[in-house]
């Protein structure tokens, strides 16, 4: 079954997720929310993802339904079609994941300047633009 995994850089990210338990600011509710955002961020910047990412250990992969059942298959599948130019790519889910997985670790691996204190505020104000052009592929 497909799964995404997290990766290693957006580690310093989980506790913007509410799923976290962290306490103070959250930006996403879920680690899929997250992921889904890294990945149109990734994807935006026109970076070509490396295929070499590591990924956490410790988080289990989150199952590929769970971004169905969040409304964001439709997202990730264009960003595949979009990577691959190839439409057939809809027939196999686990390169869906994996297309993913690389393009939300390009994602998290530009935020890796920002300090903590700048970072809740590069996402606030990134968000709803990136989010807009990752729709718009």
């Known amino acids: 079954m497909a799964a995404i995994r997290i990766p290693e850089s957006a580690e ?17 509710e879920t680690y899929a929310d997250m992921i889904a955002f890294l990945a149109a961020l990734g994807y935006s910047l026109q970076i070509n993802p490396n295929a070499t990412s590591s990924f956490i250990r410790s988080a289990n992969p989150i199952d590929f339904s769970v971004f169905r059942s969040r409304g964001y298959y439709p997202q990730l599948l264009m960003l595949a079609i979009a990577h691959n130019r190839d439409w057939t790519i809809a027939k196999h889910p686990e390169e869906i994941s994996k297309i993913t997985e690389q393009y939300a670790a390009v ?31």
């Open 107 to 137: 994602g998290a691996d530009n935020t890796s300047a920002l300090d903590s204190e700048n970072l809740i505020a590069f996402f606030r104000n990134n968000l709803l633009g990136r989010l807009e052009s990752f729709a718009q592929i």
């Open 12 to 28: 310093r990210l989980l506790p913007l997720c509410r799923t976290s338990g962290a306490s103070g600011s959250h930006i996403w």
